[in-house]
């Protein structure tokens, strides 16, 4: 029988020679536990989510936005499902995992902690906010983690969907009146600095980059996915016309990368810890709707168990 070391010795070279962990395959404790808090906390931001966006389906300004957006959110659903259920792969139930949520326990994004205060931030959203998630994803996509690494390819596609569907709606909205305009700038006004804070603390104030970049869970630190984001954005930005909320920002010549202004990270913690505009909101939401479904599950395995009982007799 080999000891601990000698397991966790074979399990890095495997990592180092780049291949893939499965779910039957030996991997040391603290991996197991890195990657259900990553997954978990994914999962649980896609289902959040899903609150800021669909309390915007029935205002939408006509019958394609409703539909585009509706899609959005059925979407951003199957993203946590497909999360959640690779998330039990590592030995872990649905009902521990969403347990945690709703007790506070568990974390999910900062960014969906911030009201949806007129239609353009669904553009806003959509642009920035998927934008940055598809950063984070497409890295994500090639993790050693063989069920995260392969959820993420379709919900890199479709997230793909959402950027553009996000981006259009300001294109359009910045080829209409000055209303209109200003609408879609106040959005971004708005969205920007929590997009950009969405990707995670500074590599300095990041606890579980070094070792999570060690095991190849992820590919890039949390400061060279937030600089790829920025270097992506600022282009399309001036593309439709709309101004970035950064006095700072401006192309450097020699890293041929975009200098950016300094992060409120203050503003990030207090959001991460609770105190955020909208996080009592979400939560009550989430609380709400594990207690009206709570009939569903009952009546689910009350089915179940008669099933089971029928075939046994």
Not at 2 to 26: C, M, S, Y
Not at 81 to 104: A, F, H, N
Not at 270 to 275: A, I, L, P, S
């Amino acid at each position: 029988m080999e000891n601990t070391a000698e397991l966790e010795k074979k399990f890095q070279e495997r990592i180092d020679h780049g291949e893939v962990i499965e779910p039957k395959d030996w991997m040391p404790e603290r991996y197991r536990k890195q990657l259900i808090r990553m997954m978990s906390q994914h999962a649980h931001s896609e289902i959040v989510g899903m609150l800021p966006e669909g309390n915007w389906i029935t205002r939408a300004p006509s019958l394609r936005r409703k539909v585009v957006l509706l899609a959005k959110v059925q979407d951003e659903a199957g993203h946590g499902l497909y999360i959640y259920s690779g998330t039990e792969t590592l030995g872990v139930s649905r009902e521990e995992i969403v347990g945690e949520l709703l007790s506070g326990k568990a974390k999910y994004s900062s960014i969906f902690n911030y009201p949806t205060l007129t239609w353009a931030d669904m553009g806003a959203i959509g642009w920035l906010v998927d934008g940055a998630a598809i950063v984070n994803q497409t890295a994500l996509a090639k993790c050693s983690y063989g069920p995260y690494a392969r959820a993420m390819v379709r919900i890199c596609k479709e997230e793909n969907f959402h950027h553009k569907q996000g981006y259009e709606i300001l294109a359009t909205l910045m080829r209409g009146n000055e209303a209109q305009k200003n609408m879609a700038q106040d959005a971004v006004n708005r969205w920007w600095w929590p997009s950009v804070m969405m990707l995670g603390p500074s590599d300095k104030d990041s606890p579980n980059t070094a070792e999570l970049m060690r095991w190849r869970v992820k590919l890039h630190t949390n400061d060279e996915l937030r600089q790829r984001f920025i270097d992506r954005s600022v282009p399309q930005a001036e593309n439709i016309g709309i101004k970035i909320p950064d006095d700072k920002l401006k192309l450097n010549p020699e890293t041929k990368h975009y200098d950016f202004g300094e992060v409120n990270w203050e503003e990030f913690w207090n959001v991460v810890k609770g105190n955020g505009p909208c996080n009592r909101e979400r939560m009550k939401a989430r609380r709400d709707a594990d207690e009206r479904g709570k009939w569903v599950r009952e009546a689910a395995e009350a089915h179940r168990e008669k099933k089971e009982k029928k075939i046994a007799a």
